[in-house]
T-cell receptor, first 115, second 113 residues
Framework: DTGVSQDPRHKITKRGQNVTFRCDPI?????LYWYRQTLGQGPEFLTY????????KSRLLSDRFSAERPKGSFSTLEIQRTEQGDSAMYLC?????????????FGQGTRLTVV | AQTVTQSQPEMSVQEAETVTLSCTYD???????LFWYKQPPSRQMILVIR??????QNATENRFSVNFQKAAKSFSLKISDSQLGDAAMYFC??????????FGQGTRLTINP
């Protein structure tokens, strides 16, 4: 399967713990995005990378959140000191941006539950 | 900031019938793209159809078509000959700035056999 893959698919953690999610984009895609989706809502933009550079972060991305994309390949999203409000589906998407209107390809997401 | 409104939280349609999902948005940009994405239960989001704002002709992809009214900032999705596999959450999403999608709240579509 050459689509976007995310790991783990599900994560249950206790409040206050740190968690890290991984996203492997489609090979050679230069853009990688992270979105957060809460139950019954549409995804909300968190951050995106152009190759290895993180070019934009949403106000939703508090200082407890950090994302990296070393070498412009896979990406990780870490949440420190998790809170119950962090419970959500975290979606990763990638695209090969050569112009406007490029399709983004999504992974199946990581569902985080903070207890 | 862009805002997107999908006023129909849920819709249902009989199999083989036609259904239209509505979407309105707000943007200050003159040229942009609009997307409809589909999110089936427990599966990843996939692109259904896209429209470039400067093109007046409405986009069509097989059974899926859009009614794009730029002045009204309206972008509805029509699904013809509905099939059971069309059951999903549908999200309208204009592209803002550097290709990041701004999603509406979604419409849950149920197909009745």
């Amino acid at each position: 399967d050459t689509g976007v893959s995310q790991d783990p698919r599900h994560k249950i953690t206790k409040r206050g713990q740190n968690v890290t999610f991984r996203c492997d984009p489609i090979s050679e895609h230069n853009r990688l995005y992270w979105y957060r989706q809460t139950l019954g809502q549409g995804p909300e933009f968190l951050t995106y990378f152009q190759n290895e550079a993180q070019l934009e972060k949403s106000r939703l991305l508090s200082d407890r959140f950090s994302a990296e994309r070393p070498k412009g390949s896979f990406s990780t999203l870490e949440i420190q000191r998790t809170e119950q409000g962090d419970s959500a589906m975290y979606l990763c998407a990638s695209s090969l941006v050569v112009g406007a209107g490029t399709e983004a390809f999504f992974g199946q997401g990581t569902r985080l539950t903070v207890v | 900031a862009q805002t997107v409104t999908q006023s129909q939280p849920e819709m249902s349609v009989q199999e083989a019938e036609t259904v239209t999902l509505s979407c309105t948005y707000d943007t200050s940009e003159s040229d942009y793209y609009l997307f409809w994405y589909k999110q089936p239960p427990s599966r990843q989001m996939i692109l259904v159809i896209r429209q470039e704002a400067y093109k007046q002709q409405n986009a069509t992809e097989n059974r899926f078509s859009v009614n794009f009214q730029k002045a009204a900032k309206s972008f509805s999705l029509k699904i013809s000959d509905s099939q059971l596999g069309d059951a999903a959450m549908y999200f309208c999403a204009p592209v803002q700035g550097a290709q990041k999608l701004v999603f509406g709240q979604g419409t849950r579509l149920t197909i009745n056999p």
